[in-house]
């Protein structure tokens, strides 16, 4: 039996988005960890934008470097689809602060790319709910549900190619395939 898969919203984050090939290492080992990429975006956050973002970490003493690190540059943000997706992102991440993860998990990406505590390379939902809020944030016009039902299939069943044009997968990468309606 297949399990339906998760959805999670991914950053790359100023310090490794404006360097092209981490970034096209990034998304080698997104891929080879078994990940799809459902939409992508390449986009400037305002810093109102990264506050609203970053809101739960308001008044916290890196609150004010995060903030302005994160609109110190373009991002690249990713919806990404697996098998329990939010743990598997997070995982390939490393964990938070660098200056610890780059001795104690130098493979994961926090560890090999990150260069400080705030400039940590990437960014990845923590539950299923923060995932559908940030996704939102992020994606205001992709409707989770509506993936669901129409989109989700092709994915689980391996109906989709990776199309490196626009870093996302879809049934085939001419420039009109859109996933009909099931
Ligand atoms: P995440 O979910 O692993 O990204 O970690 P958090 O949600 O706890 O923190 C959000 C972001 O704030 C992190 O990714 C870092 O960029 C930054 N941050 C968190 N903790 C620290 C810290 O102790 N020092 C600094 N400088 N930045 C931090
Ligand atoms: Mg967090």
Redesign the pocket.
Known sequence: MTRTLQLTLALL?PDVAGRPHIVEEIRRIVLNDGFFFVRSKHLYLPRSKAEEF?K??EG???HN??VS?MSSGHLWSHILARDDAIGAW?RL?G???VFQTMHHHPETIRGRYGL?????AT??S?SEETAKREISFFFPEFDVDEWYKKEEVYFRQGSVKYCEENFVHKPSCNETSEFSKV
């Open positions: 984050k970053y739960e970490h916290r003493f890196f470097r995060l690190f997070r991440m964990p938070t602060k400080t505590d705030t400039r940590n960014h990845g923590d």
